[in-house]
């Protein structure tokens, strides 16, 4: 697996069409974007971004100017299911991110999170670099309880957790730049997807959170709950609504809303785990697979394996041996 590269510098278009083609490629990569430069004509924008599994790395370097989304919709990149967070890590220069009723004025090394589906505006008066990591939330929730106790809380440089959190996503660019086909390359998605978890179970970052509970939306306490409980054969439909005490169609319509059902997801998370936990493992026959099936919550094998073609196009032991290194 390569990671390639995708970059994007205004100067590289005519003036007239900087600002349209950056308000384009910033809504593909985050959510619905509107940029207003400080000075229109002097505007210069430049972004590196590349995907690493189901994570987003992203940098980015402008010129003073204000940039804003109505979260109409979240960017196809990197979002499979098009929700995400996103960590903004100042990397030079000050800016302010600003959502719902918080706002974070980031100074070099300091850490914010935000939600993409949600309102949010990033302003600066002064040239800024800022590196950005956007996770699904799917996997976020897979991490942390109560993932939106996290969003707007400055997390500030001096604080030990920010720190080694900001030096691992830099080794990870440093990484995928000077190998961009490298044998790791699976891992780093995971650990990038951790860098959250480090930094929010800190007893440092618990003091910053006290108090600060953030009440989640049904479907994402469903993801939660169901994320934290994938590998338990018991977890359904009804398991899932009682696990976040809510009724059977509260929590159809919540997942509805999204072109999916609970049930769907469930089964959807558990194959995609199945799937990575399959590629990872030595072509030594079928009992590695059946094991597998029930480690990620099936009970039966056979239903695993028809399961399994119907997402992924193959049976596992074929996907096995697609992803075996040539």
């Not at 400080?38 to 599994?53: C, H, P, T, Y």
């Not at 670099?129 to 969003?151: G, N, Y």
């Not at 319509?253 to 990872?280: C, H, K, N, S, V």
């Amino acid at each position: 697996m390569q990671a390639s590269w995708h970059e994007f510098v205004t100067s590289s278009v005519p003036p007239p069409q900087r600002i349209r083609r950056w308000n384009e490629l910033g809504s593909d990569t985050l959510s619905e974007l509107r940029v207003d430069p400080l000075n229109q004509q002097e505007f210069k924008a430049r972004m590196q971004r590349v995907e690493i599994g189901r994570v987003g790395l992203v940098f980015i370097e402008t010129t003073p100017a204000s940039a804003r989304s109505s979260a109409s919709h979240i960017g196809g990149w990197a979002a499979p299911d098009r929700d995400s967070f996103v960590i903004t890590l100042a990397e030079r220069g000050s800016c302010t991110v600003s959502q719902d009723n918080w706002s974070a004025e980031l100074n070099e090394g300091d850490i914010v999170v935000r939600d993409l589906a949600k309102p949010w505006s990033n302003c600066s008066t002064q040239d800024t670099h800022l590196t950005l990591v956007k996770i699904p939330f799917v996997e976020v929730a897979s991490k942390i309880a109560d993932p939106e106790r996290m969003l707007g809380r400055h997390l500030r440089s001096e604080m030990v957790p920010v720190r080694l959190a900001a030096s691992i996503i830099h080794s990870c660019r440093e990484a995928i730049l000077a190998e961009p086909d490298g044998p790791w390359q699976p891992s780093l998605q995971d650990i990038l997807a951790d860098v959250l978890k480090l930094i929010f179970d800190s007893s440092q970052i618990d003091e910053v959170l006290a108090g600060q509970k953030a009440s989640s939306s049904v479907r994402r306490e469903a993801i939660g709950f169901a994320m934290r409980h994938l590998d338990d054969p018991d977890l359904n439909v009804g398991e899932l609504a009682r696990g976040i005490g809510v009724s059977m169609r509260q929590l159809q319509r919540a997942f509805i809303e999204y072109g999916t059902t609970p049930r769907r997801f469930i089964q959807d998370r558990r194959l995609d785990r199945a799937a990575e936990m399959i590629a990872a493992m030595p072509d030594r026959g079928s009992g590695g697979i059946t094991a597998v099936a029930f480690a990620v919550g099936f009970n039966d094998a056979s239903h695993f394996s028809r399961a399994f073609a119907r997402r992924f196009g193959c049976s596992p032991k074929h996907h096995r041996g697609s992803q075996t290194p040539r």
